[in-house]
Structure formats: structure tokens, C-alpha cells
């Protein structure tokens, strides 16, 4: 099938490799334009604009898609590009640009959107963390046909997949990344998938993640920040302060029978630290100082002493 491909990070990139895999005929990739990381804050491609240049796509990047938002000339140069691209559907996965009306409305089969939650739980920006962060048992991906609203389409393909005890943003996220290439090959290569609207009950909103929320708030209860020190792997990773320096945290066990003051050093030693919270308290076993690597908190210990009895902000 002649398709175009909306789509920015590695969750994307994954999928599109699937697409290419399957003899699809990418006409043209959309991803959003170079932007600044690493310590260098040099202009770095996005996953999946350097995996159309692999494999010699058309790509384009505009800032927007808005024909009368802020960049009408990049919104112009893209409907100008699809519409040469003369695409049967559109699938976007993680592309992070609202899609206007009229770009929905372009491709006979319109757009096919991958989406890492099983709606209409965690429509939104960060499906995956707020999973991981409410305790949900299991989750999955969603193949939706687009509409103008905020992930709420109708649903072709549906197919969950189980919430680890020990899983991070990161694990959960590679194997959804996964499962939604392969439910986009399917879905495309099915002559026609019923269209099931979403149910009007059960909808919640995965909002996008702050810096804000890395701090860990002590007085909550230990089974609360140790999903949210998973849902924040590998961003922005739960972090504390010790005396004044930030420390981040990756890795916690909840330890039950045991508390005291929030925040308070129960135990330091080579086994990790134990701090009191809320409720009960946590072992934190894996940590990492500003500039440093992860470590296992016995080794930070060894460098850095923080001794039974201090308090943690």
C-alpha cells in the first residue's frame, strides 16, 4: 500500500521499520524538525528522520501543519508534499503535531493512529509513564482511526499486553513499541477492520510529563513512589535532595512492617538505604549523583555517606 508516516521518536521508528519491512511504499515521511540534545545542545535528527534517510525516503519537517498557525509556509510546503505523495492512509505514531482537518481528510483511507494505551484509558501524551505510575495491571496498544479529537477515533485493532512488577517506562515502552508494528502491518493488510467507537466510560488523561514531578515527595506512600520511580525511567528520574545535592533514584523495593518520619534515613549500609514515607518505607538500591553513572546504592554509600537518622528533602 502507498501510505505517508507521521511519526518522531523511537516508538515511531519502530513502526516504521515494521511498514518498510512489509514491502509498504512509503511515499513520504513526516517528523518533527531537528532539535537541540546531548550536552553539546547540537541540532540532532529525530529516530525516525535518520531512519528515512537510511533507506532514502521523502521526508519532510515542518514546525506545523496549521495552514493559518504560526508557520503557514512550513504548513503549505507539507500539503504541497502529501498531496504529491498521493498517499492511501496515513499512519502516525507519536508525531507530537496536532494533524488539522485537512490532513486527515487526504488519504482515501484517512489516518491510522499507533497509540500505547488501551483506550480510552490514557489518551494523551504519555500513555506509557502514567500506566506504570497508577499500578495498572496491564495495557497495550490501540490502532485508532483518526478524528479531530484528542485520541478518540474509532478503534480497528485492539491487543493487551501485562505490566511487569519491575517494569520501567523504558521496558514497557520497547516491547509496545513492538506490538504496535506489528498490529499496523496487520491492521493495513486486512481488507476492512470493523470500526468500534470508544466507550464513553473509563476515560482518563495521560498528560505529559513535567520536570516538576521528578521530586520525590516523602510523606506519600513507599508502594506510590516506587511506581513512580519506574514510570520515570529513563525521564526525568525520580530524584531527591541530600543536603542540598540532587540525587537521582532508579531503582526502590518497598519495604513493608517498617516507617517513621518521612523522609527520615532508616538504615545505610551496603544492602542500600532505607527512608521512611508516607506509608511503610523504601530501599533505595540503585542511585546516581549529579555528573555520575548509576550505581548501586552501597557503592554511592562508599563516596558519598548519608548517615541513619538524616533527613531527605
Same mark, same amino acid.
Given at each position: 500500500?502507498? !501510505?505517508?508516516?507521521?511519526?518522531?521518536? #523511537?516508538?515511531?521508528?519502530?513502526?516504521?521499520?515494521?511498514?518498510?519491512?512489509?514491502?509498504?511504499?512509503?511515499?513520504?515521511?513526516?517528523?518533527?524538525?531537528? @532539535?537541540?540534545?546531548?550536552?553539546?545542545?547540537?541540532?540532532?535528527?529525530?529516530? $525516525?528522520?535518520?531512519?528515512?534517510?537510511?533507506?532514502?525516503?521523502?521526508?519532510?519537517?515542518?514546525?506545523?501543519? @496549521?495552514?493559518?498557525?504560526? =508557520?503557514?509556509?512550513? +504548513?503549505?510546503?507539507?500539503?504541497?508534499?502529501?498531496?504529491?505523495?498521493?498517499? #492511501?492512509?496515513?499512519?502516525?505514531?507519536?508525531?507530537?503535531?496536532?494533524?488539522?482537518?485537512?490532513?486527515?481528510?487526504?488519504?482515501?483511507?484517512?489516518?491510522?493512529?499507533?497509540?500505547?494505551?488501551?483506550?480510552?484509558?490514557?489518551? &494523551?501524551?504519555?500513555?506509557?509513564?502514567?500506566?506504570?505510575? +497508577?499500578?495498572?495491571?496491564? %495495557?497495550? !496498544?490501540?490502532?485508532?482511526?483518526?478524528?479531530?479529537?484528542?485520541? %478518540?477515533?474509532?478503534?480497528?485493532?485492539?491487543?493487551?499486553?501485562? !505490566?511487569?512488577?519491575?517494569? %520501567?517506562?523504558?521496558?514497557?515502552?520497547?516491547?509496545? +513499541?513492538?506490538?504496535?508494528?506489528?498490529?499496523?502491518?496487520?491492521?493495513?493488510?486486512?481488507?476492512?477492520?470493523?470500526?468500534?467507537?470508544?466507550?464513553?466510560?473509563? !476515560? %482518563? =488523561?495521560?498528560?505529559?510529563?513535567?520536570?516538576?514531578?521528578?521530586?520525590?515527595?516523602?510523606?506519600?506512600?513507599?508502594?506510590?513512589? #516506587?511506581?513512580?520511580?519506574?514510570?520515570?525511567?529513563?525521564?526525568?528520574?525520580?530524584?531527591?535532595?541530600?543536603? &542540598? #545535592?540532587?540525587?537521582?533514584?532508579?531503582?526502590?523495593?518497598?519495604?513493608?512492617?517498617?516507617?517513621?518520619?518521612?523522609?527520615?534515613?532508616?538504615?545505610?549500609?551496603?544492602?542500600?538505604? $532505607?527512608?521512611?514515607? &508516607?506509608?511503610?518505607?523504601?530501599?533505595?538500591?540503585?542511585?546516581?549523583?549529579?555528573?555520575?553513572?548509576?550505581?548501586?546504592? &552501597?557503592?554511592?554509600?562508599?563516596?558519598?555517606?548519608?548517615?541513619?537518622?538524616?533527613?531527605?528533602?
Amino acid at each position: 500500500m502507498r !501510505i505517508a508516516f507521521a511519526g518522531t521518536p #523511537e516508538f515511531a521508528a519502530v513502526a516504521l521499520a515494521r511498514l518498510i519491512g512489509a514491502c509498504h511504499d512509503v511515499a513520504l515521511v513526516l517528523t518533527q524538525p531537528d @532539535r537541540p540534545a546531548g550536552r553539546g545542545m547540537k541540532l540532532q535528527a529525530s529516530p $525516525v528522520k535518520q531512519l528515512a534517510l537510511q533507506h532514502g525516503l521523502p521526508l519532510a519537517q515542518p514546525r506545523s501543519l @496549521r495552514l493559518d498557525g504560526k =508557520y503557514p509556509d512550513d +504548513a503549505r510546503t507539507a500539503q504541497q508534499a502529501l498531496e504529491a505523495a498521493q498517499p #492511501e492512509c496515513m499512519v502516525v505514531a507519536a508525531y507530537g503535531l496536532i494533524l488539522p482537518a485537512w490532513t486527515l481528510a487526504l488519504p482515501r483511507r484517512g489516518c491510522l493512529n499507533i497509540h500505547a494505551s488501551l483506550l480510552p484509558r490514557w489518551r &494523551g501524551a504519555a500513555p506509557i509513564h502514567r500506566a506504570i505510575e +497508577a499500578g495498572d495491571a496491564d %495495557t497495550g !496498544i490501540t490502532i485508532m482511526q483518526m478524528d479531530s479529537g484528542l485520541d %478518540t477515533g474509532d478503534m480497528l485493532l485492539c491487543q493487551t499486553e501485562p !505490566i511487569l512488577p519491575d517494569d %520501567t517506562t523504558a521496558s514497557l515502552h520497547d516491547r509496545l +513499541a513492538a506490538l504496535g508494528g506489528e498490529l499496523i502491518v496487520q491492521a493495513l493488510a486486512a481488507p476492512a477492520l470493523p470500526a468500534v467507537p470508544q466507550p464513553t466510560e473509563g !476515560i %482518563t =488523561y495521560a498528560h505529559k510529563i513535567e520536570k516538576a514531578e521528578a521530586a520525590i515527595n516523602w510523606a506519600l506512600p513507599a508502594v506510590v513512589i #516506587e511506581r513512580r520511580v519506574r514510570a520515570f525511567d529513563p525521564f526525568p528520574g525520580a530524584s531527591f535532595l541530600c543536603e &542540598g #545535592e540532587p540525587i537521582k533514584l532508579w531503582h526502590a523495593r518497598v519495604e513493608p512492617g517498617r516507617g517513621g518520619s518521612p523522609g527520615r534515613v532508616l538504615q545505610a549500609d551496603a544492602d542500600g538505604l $532505607v527512608v521512611a514515607c &508516607g506509608e511503610q518505607a523504601l530501599r533505595l538500591l540503585q542511585l546516581q549523583r549529579a555528573g555520575g553513572r548509576r550505581l548501586v546504592a &552501597g557503592a554511592l554509600l562508599q563516596a558519598r555517606p548519608i548517615a541513619v537518622g538524616q533527613q531527605l528533602a
